[in-house]
């Protein structure tokens, strides 16, 4: 696909290739061969995909509940219980044991915040069960 000059940097056609290959729909390669197929590749089809969902986060979250809920349906691991995206507080029982409690999506944490929906709703869920204070809590 071209050739190195003396003087010239080989980085920057390995850089070029790299860019076409991430932008064009029917380049493909490997190792450090590089071709045109009549097929889009795999990384094109995949962003086609992601960018359709860019604008509906509400299909996104609806399917990452459906197949959490799914999965932690008969499998608790080593928990008492597991409770996936309770509504609020009262939906986890006050008991003695440890349950993996499991936040909506739209509880989102950001790294280093100390305040934030997530930890909001954790706290909620560790110092109450609905209006009262639990019994056991973690101090």
Not at 23 to 50: C, G, N, V
């Amino acid at each position: 696909m071209g050739c190195v000059q003396p003087g010239e940097q080989p980085s920057v056609f390995g850089d070029a290739l790299r860019r076409l290959s991430e932008q064009l729909t029917y380049l493909s390669s490997e190792s450090t061969r590089y071709w045109f197929d009549i097929r889009p590749t795999i990384k094109k089809i995949a962003s086609d995909r992601a960018a359709q969902y860019e604008h509906k986060p509400e299909i996104v979250e609806d399917e990452i509940t459906k197949r959490i809920k799914y999965s932690v349906r008969n499998d608790r691991g080593d928990f008492a219980g597991v409770h996936a995206f309770p509504k609020n507080s009262g939906d986890v029982p006050d008991e003695q044991a440890c349950r993996l409690v499991i936040l909506n999506p739209s509880s989102v944490q950001r790294k280093q915040s100390k305040e934030s929906d997530a930890i909001q709703a954790a706290q909620d869920i560790l110092e109450n069960r609905g209006n009262i204070p639990r019994l056991y809590r973690i101090l």
